[in-house]
Structures are given as C-alpha cells and as structure tokens.
C-alpha cells in the first residue's frame, strides 16, 4: 500500500511539471533519511550515525551533529519538528524499531519511544 501512495504521489508531482532546482553532494556516503524544518534540509548518515543541516542552495554544511545511537541498533531514518530530530533506530536481526528524539541544536538524547 505505501508503494503505491508513493508512486501515486510522484505521478501527480511529475504531471504537474515538478523539476529539479538544484543539486549538490550529498556530506556523507550513507544517507539514509533526510528531514526539511524552516528553510534548512537535515541529512542522517547510518555509518557515521551524523546528522548533518544543509543549506538547500547552495549545499553548504551549516552544522553536523554527533547522534547518540542505542548499542545493537542501527539509525535508520529520521524526520524534523519542531526544532527535534526524530531518529528511527533498527535492531540488528529483529522486527523492533525506535525512535529516538535528539535535540536540533545540540544533538543531545531527549527520550526514547517504543513504536512494537
């Protein structure tokens, strides 16, 4: 089902002439989430377990952010509100995932939910 909202949703973006307005390197190898809060794009690298904001023009780093991870657990994705990064964190060989709430400016742990 979420395949097909996805596909359904870069179907109607590609209809109505959506093109691309830029394009940069991305600040590390392993990207796997991005984020957007206020103008400024959020990248997670899962190796390095970073987050990196990133100038949406130009591409520029503005700040990276040491990401304090759970020990057998994998960052694996991530969303921003409200000046919080909301980091989903994978456990190695199982179906339970986390998310885990880090502060935007400091990257300090703020709390963990259990989404099982």
């Known amino acids: ?4 909202v996805l596909i359904l949703l870069f179907t109607v973006f590609t209809v109505q ?7 940069f ?10 984020g ?9 690298d899962t190796e390095s377990t970073t987050a990196f904001s990133i100038d949406p023009a130009n591409g520029d780093l503005l700040s990276s952010l040491d990401i304090e991870y ?3 657990y994998e960052p694996y994705g991530m ?13 190695y060989g199982g179906p339970d995932s ?7 400016h400091t990257g300090a742990y703020l709390g963990m939910l259990d989404l099982c």
């Open 79 to 91: 969303a921003v509100n409200n000046d919080t990064l909301f980091i989903c964190q994978l456990k």
């Open 17 to 23: 002439g959506a093109s691309i307005v830029n394009t």
């Open 98 to 104: 986390y998310y885990c709430y880090h502060s935007a």
């Open 1 to 4: 089902m979420t395949r097909a």
């Open 25 to 34: 390197d991305a600040p590390a190898g392993s990207i796997g989430g991005l």
């Open 70 to 72: 759970i020990p057998g």
């Open 36 to 44: 957007w809060e206020n103008g400024v794009l959020w990248a997670l």
